[in-house]
C-alpha cells in the first residue's frame, strides 16, 4: 500500500480516538464550586441537594415566590454553574412562579460522572421528587441549549403543564456534524441526546424559542423540531422567534 495512503489512514484512525477520549472537554464547560460556596441572589432562594445514587449528588437552587401560580424545572446549558445560570431565575419568578435550577454532575457543587444515561435519569430523579409535593399540572420544565434535551426527554415521559425549549437541538450528532462531517459519529460521539425521537411524544403545550442568528446550533433545528411536535403542531402560537 502507498505510504501516503497509510499516513492518511492512521492519522483519520488517530483522530477518531482523540475525538472520542476528549470530547468532554468540548462538550460541557463547567465552573466548579467549593462546597462551602454560598450563593447570593437579591431574590428569596433556597439550596438544594438530590442524592441520586451512592457518591453522586446533585447541587440546586429553588427561587421562591409568594403564592406562586406552579413551579418551572430549569435545566441549563453547558457552560459555568447555577452560580451564573441563577440570574434567570427573575424571567420566571417575576410572572409568579417558583424556579428550580439544577446542576449536572461534575458542574458547580455536583458531584459523579457523567453519562448520557445518567445525566437523564438524574433529571427524571428531580423531575420525580417535584411531582412529590406539588401535582404534574404545576410544573413547567424548561430546557435552554443542551439542557433542552434533557427537558425534551423529561417532558415526554412525564405529563407536565408545559414545556420550554430555548434554542433547542434536533439531535445532538446533528450539532456535532456541522464542525467534524468525516467523523464516525455513531460510533465516536458518547452523547446523541435525540430531541427528535422525544418531542413527538411530549403530550403538553411546546413553546420553542431560537434565534435567527445562532451560530452553534442554527434556527433550522427548531423548524425541523416543530415539524415533529404533533401536540402543537397546528399553533402558530408554540413558535417563537428571537
Same mark, same amino acid.
Given at each position: ?63 421562591? $415566590?409568594? #403564592?406562586?401560580?406552579?413551579? *418551572? =424545572? ?5 457552560? +459555568? ?93 446533528? $450539532?456535532? #456534524?456541522?464542525?467534524?462531517? *468525516? =467523523? ?5 460521539? +458518547? ?52
Amino acid at each position: 500500500m502507498n505510504p501516503t495512503v497509510i499516513y492518511i489512514i492512521a492519522g483519520y484512525l488517530a483522530l477518531v480516538l482523540i475525538a472520542y477520549l476528549v470530547q468532554e472537554v468540548f462538550i460541557f464547560k463547567p465552573e466548579k464550586l467549593h462546597p462551602d460556596f454560598a450563593f447570593k441572589y437579591d431574590q428569596p432562594f433556597e439550596e438544594l441537594f438530590y442524592e441520586v445514587a451512592p457518591g453522586v449528588r446533585l447541587n440546586g437552587l429553588h427561587f421562591i $415566590v409568594d #403564592k406562586p401560580r406552579g413551579t *418551572l =424545572l430549569y435545566f441549563h446549558g453547558n457552560s +459555568r454553574s447555577i452560580k451564573g445560570w441563577g440570574k434567570f431565575a427573575r424571567d420566571f419568578t417575576r410572572y409568579g412562579y417558583d424556579v428550580v435550577m439544577i446542576d449536572y454532575r461534575g458542574f458547580g457543587k455536583s458531584t459523579g460522572k457523567r453519562t448520557e444515561q445518567d445525566l437523564l435519569k438524574d433529571a427524571q430523579f428531580v423531575y420525580d421528587t417535584l411531582r412529590a409535593s406539588q401535582p404534574e399540572h404545576c410544573i413547567l420544565v424548561y430546557g435552554r441549549s443542551i439542557g433542552s434535551g434533557f427537558a425534551a426527554k423529561v417532558a415526554s415521559d412525564n405529563n407536565p403543564r408545559y414545556l420550554i425549549l430555548d434554542a433547542p437541538y434536533y439531535s445532538f450528532a446533528r $450539532v456535532v #456534524k456541522r464542525f467534524l462531517p *468525516l =467523523l464516525p459519529l455513531r460510533w465516536v460521539l +458518547r452523547y446523541h441526546l435525540r430531541t427528535d425521537l422525544w418531542i413527538p411524544k411530549v403530550k403538553c403545550h411546546t413553546y420553542i424559542i431560537h434565534g435567527t442568528k445562532d451560530r452553534l446550533i442554527p434556527i433550522r433545528h427548531s423548524e425541523h423540531l416543530q415539524a415533529l411536535n404533533a401536540y402543537d403542531h397546528a399553533d402558530q402560537d408554540s413558535w417563537g422567534r428571537t
